[in-house]
Nanobody, 119 residues
């Protein structure tokens, strides 16, 4: 079994910063892509940022220049540094990893962490 545990969410004023972390644990052979998504009430889950196993990144247009995704392969952890936060960034943030266990690859999701930005 593989578990993804997120941390770092909270309440921040507009213009502030937060850093999210997501660590994978369990029977892991390797991890390919890592990503962050977010979802608000009544909305579909939307892509935020992605980082490949080789370190290539891409971002949603709405967060480019403000958010930075990074990873620590030794710790099976992905980070999301969020700067210049705005009220429209308020959502539940979910991490996602494509994990190889013995014999197969599977997608895993974290439980979500709330980010609230006040104006």
């Amino acid at each position: 079994q593989v578990q993804l545990v997120e941390s770092g969410g909270g309440l921040v004023q507009a213009g502030g910063s937060l850093r999210l972390s997501c660590r994978a644990s369990g029977s892991i052979f390797s991890i390919d892509r890592m990503a962050w998504y977010r979802q608000g009430p009544g909305k579909q889950r939307e892509f935020v940022a992605h980082i490949s196993s080789g370190g290539s990144t891409n971002y949603a247009d709405s967060v480019k220049g403000r958010f930075t995704i990074s990873r620590d392969n030794a710790k099976n952890t992905v980070y999301l540094q969020m700067n210049s936060l705005q009220p429209e960034d308020t959502d539940v943030y979910y991490c996602n990893m494509y994990v190889r266990r013995v014999g197969r690859w599977s997608d895993y999701w974290g439980q979500g962490t709330q980010v609230t930005v006040s104006s």
